[in-house]
């Protein structure tokens, strides 16, 4: 019988035959991120109210300020998931290297790592607009019974087992795939439960929406600049319109349910743009794969990128399915 108003642990428990992976340990482990997403969003909320805004001091292996926010959001999840031993190892965006997790019990038997963003959007965190976190989780290639590699990270998109972000919006919400479709959550902040609101999600095929920082467009490569040219244009259709959010969950999400094309191309001087291949980027891809939308980093699906590093960038194009295509017409890349 189909329960209305099925929760998430719910949904997780009668899914979880249908995981190709399947086992316990992808079901603890997407409950483990449904808590650590509580824990976060209730910082979030008060964040006004508490020392939690403004930045550390600190940059990031990426170069970039960290906010406290970035850093409270990367220990929730890190904490959350390791003192559960639900995974053997995580890697992050405001981290250096990878984490092994491991105590003499488990002795490296967990088989899921975990790639995180914990905290999407940080520019926009001290002027209380949409924030979100973004998550990518593959099953290790390394020997179970043995420490982790940076092997086990470096996975092609492809191998994703699961990928979701959260949206800490005008309401919460916790969207994820686990390679059969994607289903969307929101939370019930009253009694802290995450109820399915948004079952199998599709991004519809046309969109008029198209999101890019067009600060930048002085520095991209003439194809990005010809696409932007006929989005504004009304030759034949109606111009689209521009939204960008600064954050990528944001925008993604709202493009993935009205319909819209997210752009974030390289530039004179960052030729490979600014979004992180394994912690936006790839989980990103196939959650618009698993909705029905299309990726690229403008020659092909970044999903095939065989990653080199674990902070590697690549500029990176998502959106509604013809919007891609009409995209890659102005990139010269085959359809
Ligand atoms: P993060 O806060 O995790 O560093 O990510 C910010 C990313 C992404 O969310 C957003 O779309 C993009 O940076 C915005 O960059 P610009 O300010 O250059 O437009
Ligand atoms: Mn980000
Ligand atoms: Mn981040």
Known sequence: MKIKHQTLGEFIIEKQDSFSYSSGELTKLLNGIGLATKIVNHEVNKAGLVDLIGEVGEINVQGESQQK?????????????SKREI???IASEEEESFITINSQDKNHQNKYVLLIDPLDGSSNIDVNVSVGTIFSIYKRVTPVGTPVTQED????GRNQISAGYIIYGSSTMLVFTTGN????FTLNPALGTFYLSHPDMKQPE?????????GNCASFEPGINEYLNYCKSTDGKSAYKSRYVGSLVADFHRNLLKGGIYMYPGTKTDTNGKLRLLYECNP?????EQAGGGETDGT????DIEPTSLHQRVPFFTGSKNMINELKGFLNQEL
């Open 69 to 81: 926010l970035d850093l409270m959001a990367n220990k929730t999840f890190i904490d959350t998931l």
């Open 206 to 214: 046309d969109g008029s929406i198209y999101s890019i920082n067009e």
């Open 181 to 184: 479709g994607v289903n969307g």
């Open 153 to 156: 990270f470096l996975q092609k």
């Open 87 to 89: 995974v053997c190892g």
């Open 284 to 288: 990103i891809a196939l959650l618009a």
């Open 300 to 303: 092909g699906s970044v999903l």
